[in-house]
């Protein structure tokens, strides 16, 4: 079998396909590249107008879906959506529900500062104007007039009753005691008792009609303090509208085309006069809970509670980075004084949904799903097209002081979630709303096709991230750097990664080299110091393992023959870094019934996909020596030195092969590493971390003792996920490091073992030179020895006596 060719293993840039010397030429991209079917879904949902068309972005962080999201919604947004200004002003009728106006955009600062000139006005006004000569003078002509009245008509009634030797006297208001005279003292109970009958008895009797005459009277007067009442309120308010009445004729005239504005300001007409005493007192306390929730100091009761301004008329997008419940769905705030807590509605504060209403809102499904109470506030808001603001004190029944309930306000919004794909199925699983409310799902790519196109698409992304970034642009040779870069962050030669947040990176510690070499342009020098530095930092883990191989505490051999034992091939992480490390697996053969003992189950290292791995591979030798007769040889399978967890099965093939090894007693090279999966048929399936697990034994080989001979084996499917890096390719190139593919077990048998494995004649005997002849042999001798060892028992056995 011949090795891979170099132009098999990494996959250059063309550079003269560039039509361009650097980024600076190209025009950058106004959408994110490659990712069209978000792009369309998320289309879609936007220009549906009816409920429940919310997004769910679906896709591992990094793919820049809030960044796509957010340039499509610049270059797309629906111009038939509105945005307004809310605010909450003072319900006069009911206090606890202050009421909601709706107005367009930049009206609602508007009417604040038209109702705040108004109330600064009637402030110094109003306790000039009712402090005055003339307007006392016409009080108190009033309040005399009425005075008047109510002391004539008492003073008739007292007369009749003195007339009659009866005293009346007039208590608190409404109260009276008529009492019979003595002279000029009134009558004890005792001088009373004295007097003759008939004298009682007309006493009694002019009481009674002074009683009932009085009683006319007294209702008479509290008729004309009602008249008075309301002749004094005329008159404030007459007085008041010569301050105020064109200033809110002005106001009206204004705003008339808002009905419910003019609704409020006649309202506010009206409370004016009754509510004299704000202007009129000095109130320390409305000053300091002025002061206190940052207000200016005016009659709070007037007021206008901007709570949503938009500067412009265009669609509102908000970014919601912390989704807790009072952010989302807006607050009532609380004052306190001299130890009371106060609040009203120039105290309710909105939050990112009220901001975005008319518009977008984009958030983190995660964030969302982790505060308490806000997933099904959202719900609800949504299944209802309102927003009612509730304290989350009262959503968790912990507080039963007197709140506020402002009037829901209607909601027209379209929210898009972030998420990873299992967020996204949980929700679809458990939350059967979930799918109602958020029916467009905007799946990103992870990758995308490697082409002439594409690639200049992707230069174009380059030269977008660097404009955007403030970043230095690339020249053609970092351009083609970065994307062969992406094509080893796919793990394949014909795509190209999408996650933009590792390019971003990539390009702005590039930028920094370049920067520190005095560059104007990024070079691929700078690209590849880049990646150097970024290993380095993330390195120390491997490091500390090839140290392990350095001075030979993990047992690996690169060169010589072994039965029975074999180098396999795995891929370590750690928190984003990934390199290759071999592993030792070794079998070992007995007299038995045929099992295969995979240690690493039994002692629960091995994961279910590992397990699978070995009981796929005991089916093919049963499929291949056991089909008529059973094996009577059982093997043991481990990886030594591991004492971790393993799993996958990407070692099947290489464990297939020591079992192969063991079995026959035909050795091993030492110098090869193996990867691959096998299925039951024997063909070699792909693996990941293709590159890795080159690397990685080639990093071996070298810190143990390299020769020309070595190299690795790995899956024909894997060829087209080779990006290997620079060293391992020059090895190749200087014929000191070899790879090679194999599709099936007998080509990895033949390499690894130096024979052929052998093809089974029309009877199932395989040539006794070949691999899989040895084996068969000593399956055949074995099975041999077990028939001679039945007959002699037979003959041995005692007959039985009847």
Known sequence: MKALSLHQLYKACVLKDFPFKSTRQLEPLAEIVGQNRAQEAVRFALAMPHGGYNVYAVGRNGLGKRTMMLRYLEHHVDTNQQSHDWCYVANFEEPRVPRVLKLPPGRGNQLRQDMERLMGRLMKLVPQTFDSDAFLERAEQLKNEYGKKQEDALERVASQAKRRNISLSVTTPGGYRLVAMNGEEPHTAETFEALPQEQRDRFEEDIGKLEKKLRQVLRKVADWEQEYAERQHALNQETLDSISGHQLEELIRKYQDLEDVVRYLESVREDLSDNLDIFLEENDEQAAIAYASLDKKLPRRYLVNVLVHQKTNEVPVVVEDNPTYHN?????????????????????????????NGGYLLMDAIKVLEQPFVWDGLKRSLRSRSMQINSLEREMTLSGTISLEPEPIPLDVKIVLFGDRETWMLLQEYDPEFSEL????????????????????????????????????????????????????????????????????????????????????IGADHVEQALASARYRSSRIRDQLYESLRDGSTLIATTGKQVGQVNALSVVSTGGFEFGLPNRITATTYYGGGDVIDIERDVKLGGNIHSKGVMILSAWLASRFAITDPMHLSASLTFEQNYGEVDGDSASLAELCALISAISGVPIRQDLAITGSVNQFGQVQPIGGANEKVEGFYSTCQIIEPAPSQGVILPSANVQNLMLDREVLQAVRERKFAIYAVSTVEEAVALLMGKQAGEPDKKGKYPKHTVYGAIQQRLDKLREHEKQEQAAAHDNKEPSVH
């Open 328 to 356: 989302l769905f807006g607050y009532v705030e609380n004052v306190t004084f001299k130890g009371t807590v106060f609040t009203d509605f120039s105290l309710v504060r909105a939050g990112s949904l009220h901001r975005a």
């Open 438 to 521: 958020f029916r467009v799902t905007a799946d990103f790519e992870n990758e995308m096709d490697r082409n002439p196109d594409s690639q200049l698409l992707y230069a174009k992304f380059i030269a977008s991230l660097s404009i955007e970034k403030k970043l230095l642009h690339c020249d053609r040779r970092a351009v083609g750097r970065i994307i062969e870069h992406s094509s080893r962050m796919a793990e394949h030669q014909d795509r190209l990664s999408l996650h933009a947040a590792d390019i971003a990176n990539l390009l702005r510690e590039s930028d920094y080299w370049a920067r520190q070499a005095g560059a104007r342009l």
